[in-house]
């Protein structure tokens, strides 16, 4: 059977294959991409509008990217890192549509303004605390601070709705916070690829194998879900964006670096309200501070979202546990994954855990007034029957050894890359998407370091990425300049809009 050859393969049509593939084709017209969904479309996972927040995380509002360290301090260095990388995604994505290589901004992108709320004098106190020092650097310099409830009745009408009389409140905002639809932009960048030169796409389309060959190319035999027609495909440089489907794939690669990685399955729950008397009423993405044992990734919020045009609310997320690493997955998929090689480390952070297996268990068996309680704290009038419940995406969290030898669990994102550069693979959650081109650079920098010494593609970086090779935390100057364009380009600026 003839292979088919690619310089690289993309396995998984979500935000991180796509925005992949979009930069090598930026950077190289004539590199041969082929990309493999197992999905009858592409974007349909955790890329998906309703499978995420779509919320373009920046560190405005996230509480939980500014956690307190032992001594009561709180370390700003993860809001500082997420906003610079954000950033980063705002530069490609404003390039993109300046070369009309994506369409206007509002099919993908709108104002949101990202605000925090709390209550209660200990957390009006960490609020008050995480503003001054976030604003003290020009990157969080537009960040507005209240504890007047009026201000905070403008900002979010519907939180403040019979609010008790007297409690301590406090809110932040900024004002060009984003709603993303990452979805309808990943299948927009692929509709873009479609249109280039040497790009196939294959959709309904299992990986089987990927075996390293002696010529130091990867073979990939994949397979037709509807007629079992195997295809082999050949591959200078394979990259597995596939979500939680990343694990087992790249554990099938046999690469040392996999080793010792296991998977902590997350599902996800929204509340969601599409009726426009109350949805008009919110234009916000507000976050508050998760419960007591609850995961990073259940930090509940109330959120504007903007989908085909049509705005709509949502609030959660609600967690949970199960056995699948996707959501069009199988129950089989977490039992699948455990090799002799990641046994101790997921039974450690198993043992370690137990509390937190307990909060997603309960997560699961709420009932809907129990869900609709939690959204109470965000809008007071809530009426029950005005949300249903909608099923989100699935997250898989990072198990690997700790120096001990045990295991520890990570709620964040990981690249994985072989020894040669030939074979990649992102691991984890959140941020997730809206990091997606550090994440991608990242993997250009340690799979393609000779193209990317080159004066070609240095300069080509700098043209879609002027940030890149500089420090948005310590180039202030460079920071307002790229802002400046990007809030411009994508539409993000107007007050108008803001308000």
Request: some cysteine; overall charge negative; charged content about 20%.
């Amino acid at each position: 059977m003839t292979a088919r050859t690619a310089d690289v393969l993309l396995v998984g049509a979500g935000a991180m294959s796509a925005t992949l593939g979009v930069l090598l084709k930026q950077l190289d017209p004539t590199i041969k991409i082929m990309m493999v969904e197992r999905l009858d479309h592409v974007a349909q996972e955790s890329t998906d509008g309703w499978n995420n927040a779509g919320t373009g995380h920046a560190a405005y509002c996230e509480l939980n990217y500014t956690p307190k360290k032992p001594d009561g301090s709180l370390d700003t260095t993860k809001a500082f890192n997420i906003n610079a990388a954000f950033e980063q995604s705002l530069q490609f994505w404003s390039y993109l549509v300046e070369q009309q290589a994506l369409p206007e901004p509002g099919r993908f992108i709108n104002t949101a303004p990202h605000c925090s709320f709390v209550w209660g004098e200990a957390n009006v106190s960490f609020l008050r605390e995480r503003h001054r020092l976030l604003t003290a650097h020009p990157m969080f310099t537009d960040m507005e601070y209240t504890e007047d409830a009026a201000l905070i009745s403008e900002w979010m009408p519907l939180v403040m709705q019979d609010r008790p009389a007297g409690e301590p409140v406090a809110a932040t905002r900024v004002r060009y916070g984003t709603d993303v639809n990452f979805g309808d932009l990943s299948r927009l960048m692929v509709d873009w690829l479609g249109h280039q030169p040497d790009f196939d796409l294959l959709v309904a389309h299992n990986v089987n194998t990927l075996t390293k060959q002696p010529d130091g190319r990867w073979l990939v035999q994949v397979q037709n879900k509807a007629d079992g027609h195997i295809t082999p495909i050949t591959a200078d440089f394979v990259f597995l964006g596939a979500g939680g489907g990343a694990l087992p794939l790249l554990q099938k690669t046999g690469i040392a670096e996999g080793h010792g990685y296991g998977g902590f399955p997350v599902s996800g729950q929204w509340l969601v309200c599409t009726k426009p008397e109350i949805v008009e009423q919110h234009h916000a993405k507000v976050y508050g501070k998760a419960p007591l044992g609850a995961p990073p990734m259940s930090v509940p919020h109330l959120d504007t979202r903007i989908m085909n045009g049509k705005k709509s609310l949502l609030f959660g997320p609600f967690a949970g546990f199960t056995t699948k690493f996707l959501k069009y997955g199988s129950y089989s998929d977490l039992f699948k994954s455990i090799r002799p090689s990641n046994i101790g480390p997921i039974v450690s952070v198993g043992l370690r855990n137990m509390d937190l297996t307990r909060y997603l268990i309960s997560e699961s068996l709420q009932s809907h007034e129990s869900r609709v309680k939690a959204l109470r704290n965000f809008f007071p009038n809530v009426q029950a029957d005005d949300w249903e419940l909608s099923i989100a995406g699935q997250r898989v969290q990072i198990i690997k050894k700790d120096p001990a030898g045990g295991g520890k669990l990570e709620f964040g994102t990981e690249v994985i890359v072989s020894a040669d550069g030939t074979m990649s693979a992102l691991l984890g959650a959140s941020p997730g998407a809206s990091t997606a081109v550090q994440a991608m650079l990242s993997i250009l920098e340690r799979s393609f370091a000779d193209k990317l010494k080159t004066p070609e593609w240095q300069d080509k970086l700098k043209q879609m990425i002027p940030s890149y090779g500089e420090s948005l935390i310590e180039n202030t100057e460079l920071l307002k300049q790229v802002r400046q364009r990007t809030l411009s380009v994508l539409q993000l600026d107007s007050l108008d809009k803001a308000d």
